[in-house]
């Protein structure tokens, strides 16, 4: 079996690891070959000061900002076979990431796979059978190096090109008529470009509630507009200010939904991002639909073509370990392990909870957000295909920080976390201020 894997970051890592060590029935290994378009392992945690496009001309791909620390406790952002080793706190820098991720890699000897400065160019079927069988891939692959396009036949096909590279920027009435400068977080890097400026911040997900807090050092005033329906607790410094969504944009001025005015120099956007596969052929069968990625059976495996699978596309998560189960659950039904059922019993699962969803209050563009309920989701995938499921402490520890960071988030960062097994974890002393 021939494995195709796009891109080296988290969720690529956790591919190659598991593929790996797969064995054809003869005793011989699988075929496994990673495209990083890149130089480096690691992905969006990759920091580089570029924004915009790289030397080739591709646009950047990383949305690292210098001082980002994550916003998770490495307690949760191990790998199940590979935690994070103790460092005496909680919650660690992005080069802290990068360097551990770059030690997985060598642990289980994975670099070899990897073909960097690759940038994968085409995906698509090449035969009609579309049952899991037979079904072929043709991936089209430029060499950034010498600029040489290869074309080579896989057999499945691994999607872990991550989500936090292509800006979602809303349309708002006045926008194009704004005098002032804009920016997405994707292109923010350090916060000297906001000084001295009244900057409008719109959404307080965990970029904006973390980049308001960071740019207020330098900012004249820091308005954060968004439409949560929880007041969020944290004390910000004074030069902060909520307020609900932006109406209309004027010349200087956001009007906001309480029909409030506020002048402004500066917008920033700190809207997400939309799930981007430039490289799939129509062919391949899955579009994206109001940031859905479907259809897709478990928010991973192509209906139209199982054996195209793509890795992290839920959000609010154990990241790492949950592209550890969705890669294991996969390879369960591409080696014939477990029996994938009917297609239009996958259509009417997604159906299912897409419906659920928005019973909820849900939008279509949230499908893939999993949050306090991803406990749910990582059950239902090992139950499903009968592996070693995650540990619940982990959704249960995600869960309190998440809480805290919302609570305070000037301080959260100083707490400390100890797992005492797979049900249970402690909060010690948090570090000093």
Same mark, same amino acid.
Not at 176 to 188: I, L, V
């Given at each position: ?259 409030? @005015? ?113 406990? @749910? ?57």
């Amino acid at each position: 079996m021939r494995i195709a894997i796009i891109g080296a970051g988290s969720a690529g890592l956790a591919a190659l690891k598991n593929c790996s060590e797969l064995k054809n029935e003869d005793g011989s290994s699988y075929t496994i070959k990673c495209f990083e378009k890149s130089d480096k392992i690691g992905g969006t945690w990759v920091y580089t000061p570029q924004t915009g496009v790289d030397r080739f001309g591709l646009p950047i791909h990383s949305s690292m900002y210098k001082n980002l620390r994550t916003n998770l406790p490495k307690e949760v952002m191990g790998y199940p076979d590979y935690p994070i080793p103790e460092i005496g706190k909680s919650y660690m820098t992005r080069s802290e990431i990068v360097d551990f991720l770059n030690s997985y890699c060598d642990n289980f000897q994975l670099r070899e796979f990897i073909s960097f400065l690759h940038n994968v160019e085409l995906v698509e079927p090449i035969n009609e059978e579309k049952n899991g069988n037979n079904q072929k891939w043709r991936v089209r692959v430029k060499n950034l190096s010498n600029q040489v396009v290869i074309e080579e036949i896989f057999d499945a096909v691994m999607v872990c090109n991550g989500h936090y590279f292509q800006p979602s920027i809303p349309k708002i009435k006045g926008n194009d008529s704004f005098f002032g400068e804009k920016m997405h977080s994707h292109d923010y890097r350090v916060p000297d470009v906001f000084k001295e400026k009244s900057v409008v911040i719109l959404g307080a997900g965990p970029s904006g509630m973390d980049l308001a807090l960071e740019i207020s050092s330098v900012a004249k005033k820091v308005i954060l507009s968004h439409h949560l329906k929880d007041p969020v607790l944290t004390k910000f410094p004074n030069n902060v200010i909520q307020k609900p969504d932006v109406l209309e944009f004027g010349r200087d001025k956001a009007i906001f939904n309480d029909n409030s @005015e506020e002048k402004i120099d500066f917008i920033f956007y700190c809207t997400g991002y939309k799930f981007s596969f430039p490289f799939l052929a129509k062919s391949c069968g899955v579009k994206v639909e109001s940031n859905m990625v479907t259809p897709l059976w478990k928010h991973l495996i192509a209906v139209e073509n199982p054996s195209l699978a793509f890795i992290g596309l839920p959000f609010y998560v154990c990241a790492f370990s949950m592209f550890d189960l969705q890669v294991r659950f996969t390879l369960k039904y591409w080696r014939k392990e477990k029996q994938l059922p009917s297609k239009a019993e996958m259509l009417a699962e997604e159906n299912r909870e897409r419906e659920e969803k928005i019973s909820r209050g849900f939008k279509t563009k949230q499908f893939h957000q999993m949050g306090p309920k991803q406990g @749910e989701y990582y059950q239902d995938l090992s139950e499903t295909a009968e592996i070693k499921p995650l540990p619940s402490v982990l959704t249960k520890l995600h869960n309190d920080s998440s809480k805290r960071f919302l609570d305070d988030l000037v301080n959260y960062r100083r707490d400390r976390y100890k797992i005492l097994d797979d049900d249970n974890f402690v909060q010690l002393e948090s570090l000093p201020a």
